[in-house]
């Protein structure tokens, strides 16, 4: 499979939300994605706005402490992982791979790099630049069989 690649600008926290909020639109269950960005680059904002696209009611919050919160939409559970204080993935890691085998599971990882061995490279990655106060230009690498997780982006904002 070949990796494609586009990059998206979004010039404020409104075209940030819709972005975020069109891929949750187009979720199925069974999708992995992984965000990378600086400390406060807008990781769990882009979260945020993914599980209000499922038609989630849930309240969204920063995975930092717990390691993994859990989300449900219609026709799957949303699972938020943030290894950022991890230095080895122990136990998460057989969690991981077991949602990850589930396919009405989707995936969310913040800081991914320690887990990087067991991500599927079918994927969704999301590298979140930092341009301006509320800027941001987001990186899209993926495979073309979840090249529909980003239909109609272009389109919207």
């Known amino acids: ?4 690649f586009l990059v998206k600008e979004c010039n404020d926290l409104n075209s940030t939300k819709l972005l975020g909020q069109t891929i949750g639109h187009n979720l199925r269950g069974g999708e992995i994605i992984e965000l990378s960005s600086d400390l406060g680059g807008g990781k769990t904002t ?3 706005a ?10 969204v919050s920063s995975p930092s402490f717990t390691i993994c919160n859990q989300y449900r939409a219609s026709n799957f559970t949303i699972y938020h992982y943030d290894f950022y204080r991890l230095t080895d993935p122990g ?4 969690e991981l791979e077991e949602n ?11 800081w991914p790099g320690i887990v990087e061995g067991v991500l599927p490279k079918n994927r969704l990655s999301i590298d979140i630049e930092v341009t301006g106060d509320d800027a941001r230009k987001f990186h899209f690498t993926f495979n073309q069989d979840i090249e529909y997780l980003l239909k ?5 904002i």
């Open 1 to 4: 499979m070949d990796q494609q």
């Open 91 to 94: 136990i998460m890691k057989q």
């Open 152 to 156: 109609d982006v272009y389109l919207k």
């Open 50 to 59: 993914i599980v209000e696209g499922t038609g989630s009611e849930d309240l």
């Open 46 to 48: 882009l979260v945020k």
């Open 100 to 110: 990850i085998a589930d396919d009405r599971a989707v995936i969310i990882i913040e």
